[in-house]
């Protein structure tokens, strides 16, 4: 849980994790907006330098751990977008309100909740009690550079 003397980006650092470049869009939209306190993000694909890092469908092509994996990498890039829409300073940030995932999945695969979990677990772990969230969890037949997941997500920041 995010506290006076720590920031998300220490927390992130105590898992082992770094937020990565924000991602680029490839189409036309932004990549957040905000109303107010209330911060909209794009939604972002499991990519790193602008390259997905697994494609294809779960379970066919990768196990739940690794479609989690991927919904984590989703993850950093919304908080990477989140830095720039709260102008580097993530302690800005009040909550996690709502999470809406997208997984490639087979026909018929039921657990598309456990993979956007990869998510939220890691809102969850930066911001404590502050990263609950209403979620919302899809599985797709494609995502976006055959992506296996895609996350999008809004905030509610402080202002300065």
């Known amino acids: 849980m995010v506290s006076a003397s720590s920031t998300i980006e220490s927390w992130l650092a105590e898992l082992g994790l770094e937020l990565p470049p924000p991602p680029r869009p490839i189409a036309a939209f932004v990549p957040f907006t905000r109303d107010g306190t209330t911060v909209y993000l794009a939604g972002q694909v499991n990519e790193l330098d602008g390259k997905p ?8 092509d990768h196990d739940i751990a690794a479609g989690q994996a991927a919904a984590r ?7 990477a977008c989140l830095k720039l829409a709260c102008n580097g300073d993530l ?9 809406r995932g997208f997984v490639a999945a087979a026909p018929g695969f039921d657990k598309v909740p456990m993979i956007v979990n990869g998510a939220s ?40």
């Open 121 to 160: 677990e890691l809102f969850l772990a930066i911001l404590g009690d502050q990263g609950r969230h209403a979620r919302t969890a899809i599985g797709v037949s494609t995502l976006p550079q055959n992506a296996v997941v895609e996350v999008d997500a809004i905030f509610r920041v402080r202002d300065v």
């Open 91 to 99: 302690g800005r940030v009040d909550r996690c309100l709502s999470v």
């Open 73 to 79: 990498i989703c993850a950093l890039n919304l908080l």
């Open 53 to 60: 890092t697994i494609t294809g469908r779960v379970p066919d």
